[in-house]
C-alpha cells in the first residue's frame, strides 16, 4: 500500500541522510581543500583539472554500472539490499578522507571517486523505490519532500561544519584544518546515522525474489531488453536525452562552484558563507517549485529551471565580486530542488512501473555520462584557456539542447506507448 506517512518520511530522510556529502564534502570542503591542501605546490588551473578528472572518474564508473545495478535490483528484490551497501561504502570512504595528508592529492582523489561511486550507485536504487512508495497523485511532492530534507539536512551539517572551520578553536580545534578533516568524518557518521529510517520503515518492493548468480545474470539481459525497449518508448528515450543535456550543466556547476570562486580570488569564508545561503534558499523552494510546477504544468516548469540555469552561466562569466557571488548563489538555490526534483518526478510518469530500477540505472546512468563531459570540458578548457569562465560560459549550450529537446518530450504520448509496451510483453 502507498502513501504511508512513516514510508514516505522514512524514505525522504534518506536525502537529509546523503545530502551531507552533496554539500559539505562534494561542493564545499573537497573541492576547497584539494585545491588549497591535498594539491600544495601546484597551481589554479591544474588543480581544477585535476578536480574535473576526478568527477569525470567517478561518473563514468557509475555510468557503466547504473543500468545493470537497476536491471539486478529489479529481478532479485536487491533495490534496499545493494541501497545499505552502496551507502555504507560512500561513508566509509568520506570518513577516510580525514586521515590524508598534505600533497597527496592521488589518493584523496582515490577515497573521493570511490565515495561518488558509493553516494551516486545508492542514488539510483534510492530514486528507483519513489514509484512504490509514492502514488501518481503524490508522486511530485514526495520527490520534492525528500530535496527538501536533504537541503535543510545537508544545510544543518554544513552549518556547524562552518563553524567548526571559521572558530576551530571554540569546538577544541588547533585549526581550520583539523575542523575540515573532522567534517568529513561527521558526514560519514551523519550519513549512516539518518539512513536508518529507511532501511527500517522502507519495504522492498516485490519482485522475483531470484539468486544473486541469476539476478546479475538476468540483468546484464535486461540491460539489452531496456535498449530495445527504449526505441519502442521514443518519448521516454527523448526526455534521457534532454536530462543528458541539461543536468550535465547543473552538476557541474553544483561540484565546480567553489572551485571557480577560489580561482576568481574569493576567500574560502565567503564561498562556504554562499554555499549555505544555497542550502537554506533551496529548501522552501524545492517545495514552492512543486506548486509552481502543478500551476504551469511539470515540463514548463522545467523548461523555468533551465532558463534560470543559462542565465546564472552567463551570470558567472561576468562576475567579479563577492557579492555577486552571493546573488549567484540564491539564484542558485531558487532552481537547484526544483530541476532536481520535478525531473526525478517526471522521469515517474514515463517508465513502466515493474521496471522503474532498470530504467532509473538508465537514468541515473545518463546523468553520469553527462557529468563525465561537463567537468572535463570546464577542466579543459580552464587549461587551455588560463581563464575558468570561458568553461563556465560553455554551460549555456548543454542547457540550450536540453531545453529544446525537452520541449518535444509529450508526456501523453509517453503514457501511450508505456501502455502498448506493457501489454505486448
Excluded at 582523489?109 to 497523485?137: H, I, Q
Excluded at 517508465?351 to 577542466?379: C, D, T, W
Aim: net charge positive; charged share 10%; proline share 2%.
Amino acid at each position: 500500500m502507498k502513501n504511508s506517512s512513516k514510508e514516505i518520511v522514512s524514505w525522504a530522510l534518506y536525502d537529509w541522510a546523503n545530502s551531507a556529502f552533496a554539500t559539505t564534502v562534494m561542493a564545499a570542503f573537497f573541492p576547497i581543500f584539494f585545491s588549497q591542501y591535498w594539491s600544495y605546490g601546484s597551481d589554479s588551473a591544474t588543480s581544477t583539472f585535476f578536480l574535473g578528472l576526478a568527477n569525470s572518474a567517478e561518473s563514468l564508473i557509475v555510468a557503466a554500472a547504473a543500468p545493470v545495478l537497476g536491471a539486478i535490483a529489479d529481478r532479485g528484490s536487491y533495490r534496499k539490499k545493494l541501497l545499505i551497501l552502496f551507502a555504507f561504502l560512500g561513508a566509509v570512504m568520506t570518513s577516510s578522507l580525514s586521515w590524508v595528508a598534505i600533497g597527496r592529492w592521488q589518493l584523496a582523489m582515490v577515497f573521493y571517486v570511490v565515495a561518488n561511486v558509493g553516494f551516486a550507485g545508492a542514488n539510483t536504487l534510492y530514486d528507483s523505490l519513489l514509484p512504490s512508495v509514492a502514488s501518481e497523485k503524490n508522486v511530485d511532492f514526495v520527490s520534492s519532500l525528500g530535496y527538501s530534507l536533504g537541503y535543510i539536512g545537508g544545510g544543518l551539517l554544513f552549518l556547524i561544519n562552518v563553524l567548526m572551520y571559521l572558530f576551530p578553536s571554540f569546538f577544541g580545534l588547533a585549526d581550520a584544518t583539523a575542523a575540515v578533516k573532522i567534517s568529513f568524518l561527521m558526514v560519514g557518521i551523519w550519513w549512516i546515522v539518518f539512513m536508518l529510517p529507511l532501511i527500517f520503515f522502507v519495504r522492498e518492493p516485490e519482485g522475483e525474489k531470484l539468486s544473486v548468480r541469476r539476478a546479475v545474470s538476468d540483468g546484464f539481459g535486461a540491460v539489452r531488453k531496456t535498449l530495445v525497449s527504449l526505441k519502442k518508448l521514443k518519448h521516454t528515450a527523448l526526455f534521457l536525452v534532454a536530462y543528458w543535456c541539461y543536468i550535465d550543466g547543473v552538476d557541474t556547476i553544483i561540484r565546480m562552484a567553489t572551485d571557480y570562486g577560489t580561482a576568481l580570488g574569493f576567500p574560502s569564508s565567503s564561498l562556504i558563507v554562499a554555499l549555505l545561503i544555497t542550502q537554506f534558499v533551496a529548501f522552501p523552494s524545492a517545495l514552492f517549485y512543486s506548486f509552481f510546477g502543478h500551476k504551469i504544468g511539470i515540463k514548463r516548469a522545467l523548461l523555468v529551471a533551465i532558463a534560470g540555469y543559462a542565465v546564472i552561466a552567463c551570470f558567472g562569466f561576468f562576475m567579479t565580486s563577492v557579492t555577486q557571488f552571493y546573488i549567484l548563489a540564491v539564484c542558485i538555490g531558487l532552481f537547484q530542488g526544483g530541476i532536481q526534483a520535478l525531473s526525478r518526478s517526471f522521469y515517474t510518469r514515463l517508465i513502466p512501473e515493474h521496471q522503474s530500477s532498470q530504467f532509473y540505472g538508465f537514468f541515473n546512468m545518463l546523468g553520469k555520462f553527462a557529468a563525465i563531459v561537463g567537468p572535463l570540458l570546464l577542466g579543459i578548457v580552464t587549461l587551455v584557456t588560463g581563464e575558468q569562465r570561458y568553461g563556465i560560459l560553455s554551460l549555456i549550450l548543454l542547457f540550450a539542447a536540453g531545453g529544446i529537446l525537452l520541449h518535444l518530450v509529450d508526456e501523453k504520448q509517453a503514457r501511450d506507448d508505456i501502455s502498448a509496451f506493457s501489454g505486448s510483453e
